[in-house]
């Protein structure tokens, strides 16, 4: 009986767990309107990877090629444009970051961003891309709403500029207290907020993207299925009702 108690606390407490986990942040996510047909958003966000994300983030379940053809890239400009490791296009999407120096620098390896999109969802990587805030106690000057204490630079501060949290004073309990409404730069930047928030839906729609290239192609399927499925059984309706039409008359 004790180690049926025992068990069932084992895996209540691992059930628990896992729910707080899955339920995610408390910050409120921002949508991510990402749109898969969208060749040039999908070419943009391609070109943001491998210029900023690439050095440290390898995408190991994703091939050049594949990529290039999908997103509707000729492979010799791909290759001239957006490959910087001497690999050939039909490798694999890695780094030369080692596993051991990544840890030693960052506190732990850079996850590989293959599937990031599946795992976490388009909401949360595109609220969290523009979630960075300077913040001086951590080991590279910023932090993120989204995942407080994350271990990463904001790679991305040359387009954004330098982002502040921003509060302003409201009475709660009949009192005045300073309340986080946001983030906002000081303008430095090579994109406006605008265009920053657009770049970051490019990069949020290749992740998703990236996460299954299939995606696309299974909905086409899917559709061609289910109309097969619809004109089957309208056949076989009616070829019922032909067979069964004489022995209801007996």
Same mark, same amino acid.
């Given at each position: 009986?004790k180690q049926?108690?025992? +068990?069932t606390?084992? =895996?209540?407490?691992?059930?628990?767990?896992?729910?707080?986990?899955?339920?995610?942040?408390?910050?409120?996510?921002?949508?991510?309107?990402?749109?898969?047909?969208?060749k040039a958003?999908?070419?943009r966000g391609?070109?943001l990877?491998?210029?900023? &994300?690439?050095? &440290?983030?390898?995408?190991?379940?994703?091939?050049? /090629?594949?990529?290039?053809n999908?997103?509707?890239?000729?492979?010799?400009?791909?290759?001239?444009?957006?490959?910087?490791?001497?690999?050939?296009?039909?490798?694999?999407i890695?780094?030369?970051?080692?596993?051991?120096a990544?840890?030693?620098?960052?506190? +732990?390896?850079?996850?590989?961003?293959?599937?990031?999109?599946?795992?976490?969802?388009?909401?949360?990587?595109?609220?969290?891309?523009?979630?960075?805030?300077?913040?001086?106690?951590?080991?590279?000057?910023?932090?993120?709403?989204?995942?407080?204490?994350?271990g990463?630079?904001?790679?991305?501060?040359?387009?954004?500029?330098?982002?502040?949290k921003?509060?302003?004073?409201?009475?709660?309990?009949?009192?005045?207290?300073?309340?986080?409404?946001?983030?906002?730069?000081?303008?430095?930047g090579?994109?406006s907020?605008?265009?920053?928030?657009?770049?970051?839906?490019?990069?949020? /729609?290749?992740? =998703?993207?990236?996460g299954?290239p299939?995606?696309?192609?299974?909905?086409?399927?899917?559709?061609?299925?289910?109309?097969?499925?619809?004109v089957?059984?309208?056949?076989a309706?009616?070829?019922?009702?032909?067979f069964?039409?004489? =022995?209801?008359?007996k």
């Amino acid at each position: 009986m004790k180690q049926f108690l025992k +068990t069932t606390l084992l =895996v209540a407490a691992t059930i628990w767990s896992v729910a707080g986990f899955a339920a995610g942040p408390t910050v409120p996510l921002d949508e991510a309107k990402v749109d898969l047909h969208d060749k040039a958003s999908l070419q943009r966000g391609a070109q943001l990877f491998m210029n900023y &994300c690439l050095g &440290c983030h390898s995408m190991e379940y994703q091939r050049y /090629n594949r990529t290039f053809n999908d997103l509707g890239i000729p492979e010799d400009l791909g290759e001239a444009n957006l490959q910087f490791t001497g690999e050939k296009v039909g490798d694999l999407i890695t780094n030369a970051m080692p596993t051991e120096a990544a840890g030693a620098w960052f506190g +732990t390896a850079a996850p590989d961003l293959t599937l990031v999109a599946r795992v976490r969802g388009a909401d949360w990587i595109y609220t969290y891309l523009r979630s960075f805030y300077v913040d001086e106690s951590r080991p590279f000057g910023v932090n993120n709403t989204v995942f407080p204490n994350v271990g990463m630079p904001h790679v991305l501060q040359e387009l954004q500029g330098v982002p502040r949290k921003t509060t302003e004073q409201r009475m709660i309990d009949g009192e005045m207290q300073d309340v986080y409404v946001g983030i906002k730069t000081d303008g430095s930047g090579m994109l406006s907020e605008s265009e920053y928030d657009q770049a970051m839906l490019d990069l949020t /729609n290749f992740l =998703v993207y990236t996460g299954e290239p299939m995606l696309l192609e299974q909905r086409r399927l899917g559709w061609k299925v289910f109309g097969f499925l619809l004109v089957f059984t309208i056949l076989a309706w009616l070829l019922k009702r032909e067979f069964f039409k004489d =022995v209801k008359k007996k």
